[in-house]
Nanobody, 130 residues
């Protein structure tokens, strides 16, 4: 069981930056404990939840949505059990609820959907005004 708690959301103007944090606890986050991927998803009103950025827990691989490449950066602090999403050059279309998620099993290696993700935080709201 993995518990995830997001923070860092807020309201910013277009072109600004935010850093989201996801504190995780419970089961160690590694393939040895069945957790293969962690990352961030977002959901705007009236839209489906979409993958923003994920990393493989024990393999140096990070995957970004095309819409955020070059602007967002995903990182992990193992010492503090925290996942970060640095968001720069924010746009109005980045406005959404942002969720941290973790996947049990390696289906996340081949699927870009939310389906492989078993553990979710409650989300943190990001609002970008133009």
């Amino acid at each position: 069981q993995v518990t995830l708690a997001e923070s860092g959301g807020g309201a910013v103007q277009a072109g600004g930056s935010l850093r989201l944090s996801c504190a995780y606890s419970g089961s160690p986050v590694s393939t040895s404990y069945g957790i293969y991927c962690m990352g961030w998803f977002r959901q705007a009103p009236g839209k489906e939840r979409e993958r923003v950025a994920i990393l493989y827990t024990d393999v140096p691989t990070t995957i970004y949505a095309d819409s955020v490449k070059g602007r967002f950066a995903l990182s992990r602090d193992n010492a503090n059990n925290t996942l970060y999403l640095q968001m720069n050059s924010l746009k109005a279309e980045d406005t959404a609820m942002y969720y941290c998620a973790a996947s049990r099993g390696d289906y996340c290696y081949t699927s870009g959907s939310i389906i492989p993700y078993n553990y979710w935080g409650r989300g943190t709201q990001v609002t970008v005004s133009s």
